[in-house]
């Protein structure tokens, strides 16, 4: 698949299924504890209709595709290509109002990330890339991404969702580079990655992220210039824990950090 | 000034502001350090734009009213109808380029929080109130806001915008909250009592912050049937540690976890 044509099909993924999910966001919702794996880690009705509308599509146009998605589990994942979604990443956001949840659709080929599309259906934002070039779809105005050229971590802006996703050891590792920032900001969700292919920030530090999670940004992320790599510097399409920046430079300073 | 009129004033002093704002909305931005009252506190070129935008009117219409602003200081503070201007709440989120900053207008008669409106010309979201209604025009239509029902803080959910911004037996206090709660959304600024207003979420905590950062939120949130004072049970028009709940009987709850 070439990327206009990657791309072209992606946006149509993101649109069925933001047409379904956008009537459940801000309404009364009934979510559903999914387990032991989180505080509280919701799906609700809107994020299975979304993927059942991706689903829909990708099977209809690409039979031979396999799909990793959040709330059907896998079909055929061992294909040449696996589509990998998450139709709201930022569940929390999204029972709060918050608009910084997405829609997440990643495509592997032979396991490797090579494109990526996040997509924000309120604000009407979309961010795509294939590791060589990202762009953004801001309101209908499309733009390059582009990383923010600062190199050193006390001059860096640090994202991440909540400090109570780390477990102990962790949370120490990620407040060593917390302590060490400029600043950060809390509650990116997906949209802390868009934001750091945009140059608006520096780095995202996280841990117990699913493939689903983060499948999508690295194509963008690597398009825009960043860096995107699992905290042991591996790479990052099974999840886990993850360290994304604007540079090389800045990913071994906290690398370092992370590995004290 | 009647319920209709404020309405009207505020909305042209919105937009008035949202106009020069969003032009520095996502491109680079030379963010001033303003003190030591906050590890980084920036104040940008829009938020001077913005609010010299708000001033203008406002002493072109109501020549007699006094205004408390951010930027700008106080001027006719003791005047009988001042409005509290803060044109860009939450600073760090649009740095990173999060859609969670708001334009907030609040109007004091007597010392007392009368009107109250929030802009975010991004979403295109408008949350206004008197203390008695307040409504929301989200992407042009337009609703009344109401708080959640939810009564018991094991069912609430919470917001604040950062754990970092508390000091320490502060801090002790907000855990307290935060351990009883469903779940905790981090990164809320304005946004975050916009959505407890529209009963989105169940309570924010949060502490230092300024008259111009609570006083627009006080008719919105009264308006939409919620509660808000500060940890001890004072009016909020001042400022400080401020409690805001969907109902009173959370509010009881919870101040009891902040003083135990």
Not at 17 to 33: D, H, K, Q
Not at 107 to 121: C, E, R, S, Y
Not at 227 to 256: C, F, P, R, Y
């Amino acid at each position: 698949m070439k990327h206009s044509l990657q791309a072209s099909f992606a946006k149509q993924l993101a649109i069925a299924s933001g047409e379904v999910i956008m009537p459940y966001f801000r309404t009364p919702l009934e979510a559903i504890n999914k387990g032991e794996k989180a505080k509280y880690d919701p799906v609700t009705e809107a994020d299975k209709a979304g993927e059942a509308a991706i689903r829909k599509l990708i099977n209809k146009h690409y039979p031979t595709h396999g799909i990793i998605g959040e709330e059907y589990g896998s079909e055929n994942e061992n294909a040449e290509f696996v589509w990998v979604l998450d139709p709201i990443d930022g569940t929390k956001a999204f029972i709060c109002g918050f608009p910084v949840w997405g829609t997440l659709i990643g495509l592997l080929h032979n396991g490797k990330a090579v494109f990526g599309m996040m997509h924000q259906p309120f604000t009407k934002e979309l961010f795509w890339g294939d590791g060589k070039q990202a762009f953004s779809d801001i309101q209908g105005k499309e733009s390059r991404l582009k990383v923010n050229p600062c190199l050193d971590v006390k001059n860096a802006i640090l994202s991440t969702t909540s400090p109570l996703l780390f477990k102990e050891n962790d949370l120490k590792s990620y407040k060593r580079v917390e302590n060490a920032a400029k600043f950060t900001r809390f509650g990116g969700d997906c949209y802390a990655y868009a934001m750091l292919a945009a140059g608006q920030l520096d780095m995202t530090v996280e841990a117990g992220l699913a493939p689903y999670d983060i499948v999508a940004h690295i194509p963008i992320l690597q398009g825009a210039g960043g860096i995107i790599t699992t905290w042991d510097g591996k790479e990052a399409e099974n999840g886990g824990k993850i360290l994304a920046t604007n540079s090389q430079k800045l990913h071994e300073e906290v690398m370092g950090l992370l590995t004290e």
